[in-house]
């Protein structure tokens, strides 16, 4: 083996070092970039969860509200009506 096939296999050797350094920092700032979605999108989807509960929670609340007016309504209907009996009966 002479001096240049040496050379020549270490710089070979050095380059492939760098080559698999290389791929192993991309792939290290790959999984941290990747970890920092991961926990972003479980985030929003925590958030979503609890405004669709928000949002669940505030109909039924409105359907209660709707719920007791209607019954209200109906119930000053029928004190009209009789009342408009007991007048009519009267007359």
Partial sequence: MDLTT?????YIGS???SAV????KIAKNLNATLLNLNYEIRR???LQAASNQESKQDRTVLHQKTDRLHERVDS????????ETKTRKEW
């Avoid at 040496?6 to 270490?10: G, R, S, T, V, Y």
């Avoid at 350094?21 to 192993?24: L, M, S, V």
């Fill in 21 to 24: 350094f290389a791929i192993y």
């Fill in 6 to 10: 040496i050379k020549d296999i270490l």
């Fill in 44 to 46: 929003l989807n925590d």
């Fill in 76 to 83: 000053h209907e029928n004190r009209i009506t009789v009342l």
């Fill in 15 to 17: 380059v492939a070092f």
